[in-house]
């Protein structure tokens, strides 16, 4: 059984950045679609960005394009979430996501079937 496990969540201030990281052990990731989520208090989940099996991507959120980006660091069998600029309203739980199939990214709200227990975000002052 796949088991992600989101890191590199915290406090940070408007205009900063931060690293999130989301790993799985035993597993490769390299040949899995994987996306990037978040929920806000009060909010539904909303895709964010998803790379595909061959490294394709895609941000879903027009509000996060241009920040946000997301790629694969295989060595460490891992998928990396880059967010600059951060604003208030990326405040969230950011989750990670896996599928084997289909293995390319498609429309926002489609199935994933291997999910992390999420990471919180917060970006204030």
């Known amino acids: 059984q796949l088991q992600l496990v989101e890191s590199g969540g915290g406090l940070v201030q408007p205009g900063g950045s931060l690293r999130l990281s989301c790993a799985a052990s035993?597993?490769?990731?390299?040949?899995?679609?994987m996306a990037w989520f978040r929920q806000a208090p009060g909010k539904e989940r909303e895709d964010v960005i998803c790379?595909?099996?061959?490294?394709?991507?895609?941000t879903y959120l027009d509000s996060v394009k241009g920040r946000f980006t997301i790629s694969r660091d295989s060595s460490k069998s891992a998928v990396i979430l880059e967010m600059s600029s951060l604003k208030a309203e990326d405040t969230a739980v950011y989750y990670c996501a896996a599928r084997a199939h289909p293995w390319l990214c498609g429309s926002p709200g489609e199935r994933y079937d291997f999910w992390g227990q999420g990471t919180q975000v917060t970006v204030s002052s």
């Open positions: 790379i595909s099996y061959g490294g394709g991507t895609k």
């Open positions: 035993g597993f490769t990731l390299d040949y899995y679609a």
